[in-house]
């Protein structure tokens, strides 16, 4: 399985902007999906934005337009560039690699990093 590092979570005001950043142990071109998902106190964890194998990408609605999934294949990372941030983007942000030939795979998570957005 692959592993997964991550960092750049922190504490912001409102308005402000934060890059997180997912390293992979091993090559993800063309292999994994990439996703962001993120868990508020007293919520289930959601998806936010991902990349597919190839670099396709989709954000759910909450961020779409403030948040951007990108990738730099050399260094095997996929970063989160988070603008406009609001108090109810505070959360522990995951990042998940499931290989696209295995779907059904809930895959490798990191460990997760804290963003706070205060008012």
């Known amino acids: 399985q692959v592993q997964l590092v991550e960092s750049g979570g922190g504490l912001v005001q409102a308005g402000g902007s934060l890059r997180l950043s997912c390293v992979a142990s091993?090559?993800?071109?063309?292999?994994?999906?990439i996703a962001w998902y993120r868990q508020a106190p007293g919520k289930q964890r959601e998806s936010v934005a991902l990349?597919?194998?190839?670099?396709?990408?989709n954000y759910a609605d909450s961020v779409k337009g403030r948040f951007t999934i990108s990738r730099d294949i050399s260094k095997n990372t996929v970063y989160l560039q988070m603008n406009s941030l609001k108090p109810e983007d505070t959360a522990v942000y995951y990042c998940?690699?499931?290989?696209?030939?295995?779907?059904?795979?809930?895959?490798?998570w990191g460990q997760g990093t804290q963003v706070t957005v205060s008012s």
């Open positions: 990349i597919k194998g190839f670099g396709d990408t």
């Open positions: 091993r090559s993800i071109y063309g292999i994994y999906t």
């Open positions: 998940n690699a499931r290989p696209l030939l295995d779907p059904q795979s809930s895959g490798s």
